[in-house]
């Protein structure tokens, strides 16, 4: 603006020439410029600010999506604890970010400033400093930041589900989302960090790492962490028996395919508002988004061919896991690859997490939701594959007067590996330092005796044991009556029909088997057994013994008690109004009850399949 400026000498001199109003308009036109050129840069932060605002709460709905995918995942019982987990996170999360997370990862000056961590900015003080902090756009980018470490810290929720008790989850949430993440993300996305491409000078091999969205910094980070707490956390009781695992499956498919799709929406946003400036990079943000579809979309259908081929079934939970790993790794380049290029990235990732997915099982490491294959397989694929396919063009729109712009080796030969390289070393860093802050802090809970539930507890599972409710309530008693009425109207053609008071020996019968059942488990570990009723199309559920039961009827004639998680049963009698009862200890010999007094006789206990068939 000083250019503008008209000088007291020309001013005089226009005066003696007579040209006074000249000199009064262009002071004028002067004063319109600079007030123009102040209105478009506020223009611009109120844009940027708005676009990052915005953003954040598209992506903390990302929140909602890993609640409904996990939930889905786990076992019944312990449903409502999954969804508890998930509120709590981004509470603690949030209390983390603005006394320290924040500061540690971009609480960082051109006067103070630490490749490490962040050392200014605690609890967002000074507030003036936020005027002008990075870009202009301080506060939503601390909001935007935030959305980030809430997601990285959920990833470990899952890999520990039903075992991990609730003070384990959130010291693991306040490590991971408050320590690891904004130290991580100090590292790579500061302009001051040691590892980062965007660092301001020295950069790591002449390049550093890049990594646009978090395949490294929220994924490897919180995989890292999913599978430390995995292993540590042990596997679920049973899961590796061969008579119990199948009961082991996700209970809910609906649940995990609604938060495949809320976290697919959720990333093209993660990726595409990675750029954090929509007036400079709005190709850049267009090019997130569709890489980001392509990449989704070429790890379903590769996990859908794999599954197939080597299972002769084509599985959900593989086409949205595959979905998902190219989402993850895809991440790290989105804005800096072709097309074809995140096509590619897709079918690896997905390939990655396959094969990681089976490693894990075949090491017994129990993961409900592979979380750690997921996340840290398919991130690790993708910042490998960002050394491959970086594309250096891209990279000098991103990155504007730096003296050079090492790309993928697929297209420049010249940086001698100089991107790869750095994308391994932050790779290895990253688990590194998860590893130093999370391991010492679950071992100390393993030995305070507070890292997992007890055993009675799995058993009984997380939303009893814990919280003392549950995810699904239904109350057969209160409604035994309608039911039957129902029933009855709409099943005219059978005979004998029964009325209420056969429903009532059913249900003396049903608690009869109940008790017997309290005596194996204490004596088994049959673990929790929810007897329900099903009368033809009506059904009749409630929760009694407390471990997995169901009671399918016939005429009211008779029903089916199958455990949940037991691996255990015993041969016993049973005796129960005018009938009498032997229970075989096969899951192909079913209990066979007779009337008689009411009694009961527990014998040996042997095993035998989780599977217990009782007909009255």
Same mark, same amino acid.
């Given at each position: 603006?000083?250019?503008?400026?008209?000088?007291?000498?020309?001013?005089?001199?226009?005066?003696?020439?007579?040209?006074?109003?000249?000199?009064?308009?262009?002071?004028?036109?002067?004063?319109?410029?600079?007030?123009?050129?102040?209105?478009?840069?506020?223009?611009?932060?109120?844009?940027?600010?708005?676009?990052?605002?915005?953003?954040?709460?598209?992506?903390?709905?990302?929140?909602?999506?890993?609640?409904?995918?996990?939930?889905?995942?786990?076992?019944?019982?312990?449903?409502?604890?999954?969804?508890?987990?998930?509120?709590?996170?981004?509470?603690?999360?949030?209390?983390?970010?603005?006394?320290?997370?924040?500061?540690?990862?971009?609480?960082?000056?051109?006067?103070?400033?630490?490749?490490?961590?962040?050392?200014?900015?605690?609890?967002?003080?000074?507030?003036?400093?936020?005027?002008?902090?990075?870009?202009?756009?301080?506060?939503?980018?601390?909001?935007?930041?935030?959305?980030?470490?809430?997601?990285?810290?959920?990833?470990?929720?899952?890999?520990?589900?039903?075992?991990?008790?609730?003070?384990?989850?959130?010291?693991?949430?306040?490590?991971?989302?408050?320590?690891?993440?904004?130290?991580?993300?100090?590292?790579?996305?500061?302009?001051?960090?040691?590892?980062?491409?965007?660092?301001?000078?020295?950069?790591?091999?002449?390049?550093?790492?890049?990594?646009?969205?978090?395949?490294?910094?929220?994924?490897?980070?919180?995989?890292?962490?999913?599978?430390?707490?995995?292993?540590?956390?042990?596997?679920?009781?049973?899961?590796?028996?061969?008579?119990?695992?199948?009961?082991?499956?996700?209970?809910?498919?609906?649940?995990?395919?609604?938060?495949?799709?809320?976290?697919?929406?959720?990333?093209?946003?993660?990726?595409?508002?990675?750029?954090?400036?929509?007036?400079?990079?709005?190709?850049?943000?267009?090019?997130?988004?569709?890489?980001?579809?392509?990449?989704?979309?070429?790890?379903?259908?590769?996990?859908?061919? +794999?599954?197939?081929?080597? *299972?002769?079934?084509?599985? /959900?939970?593989?086409? $949205?896991?595959? !979905? &998902?790993? #190219? %989402?993850?790794?895809?991440?790290?380049?989105?804005?800096?690859?072709?097309?074809?290029?995140?096509?590619?990235?897709?079918?690896?990732?997905?390939?990655?997490?396959?094969?990681?997915?089976?490693?894990?099982?075949?090491?017994?490491?129990?993961?409900?939701?592979?979380?750690?294959?997921?996340?840290?397989?398919?991130?690790?694929?993708?910042?490998?594959?960002?050394?491959?396919?970086?594309?250096?063009?891209?990279?000098?729109?991103?990155?504007?007067?730096?003296?050079?712009?090492?790309?993928?080796?697929?297209?420049?030969?010249?940086?001698?590996?100089?991107?790869?390289?750095?994308? +391994?070393?932050?790779?290895? *860093?990253?688990?590194?330092? /998860?590893?130093?802050? $999370?391991?010492? !802090? &679950?071992? #100390? %809970?393993?030995?305070?005796?507070?890292?997992?539930?007890?055993?009675?507890?799995?058993?009984?599972?997380?939303?009893?044991?814990?919280?003392?409710?549950?995810?699904?309530?239904?109350?057969?008693?209160?409604?035994?009556?309608?039911?039957?009425?129902?029933?009855?109207?709409?099943?005219?053609?059978?005979?004998?029909?029964?009325?209420?008071?056969?429903?009532?020996?059913?249900?003396?019968?049903?608690?009869?088997?109940?008790?017997?059942?309290?005596?194996?488990?204490?004596?088994?570990?049959?673990?929790?057994?929810?007897?329900?009723?099903?009368?033809?199309?009506?059904?009749?559920?409630?929760?009694?013994?407390?471990?997995?039961?169901?009671?399918?009827?016939?005429?009211?004639?008779?029903?089916?008690?199958?455990?949940?998680?037991?691996?255990?049963?015993?041969?016993?009698?049973?005796?129960?109004?005018?009938?009498?009862?032997?229970?075989?200890?096969?899951?192909?010999?079913?209990?066979?009850?007779?009337?008689?007094?009411?009694?009961?006789?527990?014998?040996?206990?042997?095993?035998?399949?989780?599977?217990?068939?009782?007909?009255?």
């Amino acid at each position: 603006m000083a250019s503008c400026e008209v000088s007291a000498d020309a001013a005089a001199a226009l005066a003696d020439a007579g040209l006074t109003v000249v000199g009064d308009r262009l002071r004028d036109a002067c004063t319109s410029a600079a007030t123009l050129t102040t209105g478009l840069s506020q223009l611009r932060h109120a844009l940027n600010s708005a676009f990052l605002l915005f953003a954040g709460a598209l992506v903390f709905q990302m929140q909602l999506g890993f609640a409904l995918f996990v939930t889905g995942a786990v076992r019944q019982k312990s449903a409502a604890s999954v969804m508890l987990l998930h509120v709590v996170t981004p509470c603690i999360v949030g209390v983390c970010y603005y006394l320290f997370g924040f500061g540690l990862g971009f609480g960082s000056t051109a006067d103070n400033n630490n490749p490490v961590v962040g050392s200014t900015f605690f609890a967002l003080s000074p507030q003036e400093a936020f005027d002008t902090l990075n870009r202009g756009d301080g506060l939503p980018l601390v909001w935007f930041q935030f959305t980030f470490a809430t997601l990285c810290a959920t990833i470990v929720l899952g890999a520990v589900s039903e075992r991990a008790t609730l003070v384990s989850s959130i010291v693991s949430i306040v490590v991971v989302g408050g320590l690891a993440f904004p130290i991580v993300s100090h590292w790579v996305w500061s302009d001051y960090g040691w590892l980062g491409y965007s660092k301001l000078s020295g950069r790591l091999f002449g390049s550093g790492a890049f990594d646009l969205a978090g395949s490294g910094v929220v994924h490897i980070t919180g995989g890292t962490a999913a599978l430390l707490g995995a292993t540590l956390v042990g596997p679920r009781i049973g899961r590796y028996d061969e008579a119990t695992r199948d009961s082991f499956d996700a209970h809910n498919i609906t649940l995990v395919c609604q938060g495949t799709f809320v976290l697919w929406a959720g990333f093209t946003v993660f990726n595409s508002a990675s750029v954090l400036t929509i007036t400079d990079n709005y190709v850049a943000a267009g090019r997130c988004l569709i890489n980001t579809l392509l990449a989704g979309s070429t790890g379903g259908i590769t996990m859908l061919i +794999v599954s197939r081929l080597s *299972s002769a079934h084509s599985s /959900v939970l593989n086409c $949205l896991n595959g !979905v &998902l790993a #190219g %989402l993850v790794g895809i991440c790290s380049s989105c804005s800096i690859v072709l097309p074809y290029s995140a096509l590619i990235t897709g079918v690896v990732c997905s390939l990655a997490f396959f094969v990681c997915e089976k490693a894990m099982a075949r090491c017994k490491i129990d993961d409900p939701v592979a979380a750690a294959p997921l996340h840290l397989g398919a991130g690790i694929s993708g910042m490998l594959l960002t050394g491959f396919t970086a594309y250096p063009p891209f990279l000098r729109d991103a990155f504007p007067g730096r003296e050079s712009y090492p790309g993928g080796i697929f297209y420049d030969g010249d940086s001698s590996g100089a991107l790869l390289g750095a994308q +391994v070393v932050a790779i290895l *860093s990253i688990i590194a330092v /998860v590893a130093v802050l $999370l391991t010492p !802090v &679950l071992f #100390g %809970l393993k030995l305070c005796g507070v890292l997992v539930y007890t055993e009675e507890q799995q058993l009984m599972g997380a939303d009893e044991a814990e919280h003392g409710a549950a995810a699904y309530n239904f109350n057969a008693e209160e409604t035994s009556a309608d039911l039957l009425t129902t029933w009855q109207a709409s099943t005219p053609h059978l005979s004998p029909r029964a009325n209420l008071g056969a429903v009532a020996a059913v249900v003396d019968a049903a608690d009869t088997v109940e008790a017997s059942t309290k005596a194996v488990a204490a004596r088994s570990n049959d673990g929790r057994i929810d007897v329900s009723s099903s009368f033809t199309s009506a059904k009749l559920s409630r929760d009694t013994v407390g471990t997995g039961a169901t009671v399918e009827g016939q005429r009211f004639a008779s029903f089916v008690v199958t455990t949940d998680s037991g691996h255990r049963s015993a041969s016993r009698r049973l005796h129960c109004g005018s009938m009498s009862a032997t229970a075989s200890p096969s899951s192909h010999n079913p209990f066979v009850i007779d009337v008689a007094d009411l009694e009961e006789e527990v014998e040996t206990v042997v095993p035998m399949s989780s599977n217990m068939h009782s007909t009255f």
